[in-house]
């Protein structure tokens, strides 16, 4: 998740992050991400 937070720029809220990482093939849920 931090990956994906800094390659952004920090730009991407948790939304983002979980759709990203769903991109990639993890499966994870949103309060996973929030946390």
Same mark, same amino acid.
């Given at each position: 998740?931090?990956l %994906?937070?800094?390659? !952004? $720029?920090a730009?991407?809220?948790?939304r983002?992050i979980?759709a990203?990482? !769903? !991109?990639r093939g993890? $499966? %994870?849920g949103?309060k $996973?991400?929030?946390n």
């Open positions: 998740m931090k %994906i937070f800094d390659e !952004n $720029k730009r991407y809220g948790k983002r979980k990203e990482l !769903n !991109n993890y $499966k %994870i949103l $996973k991400v929030r």
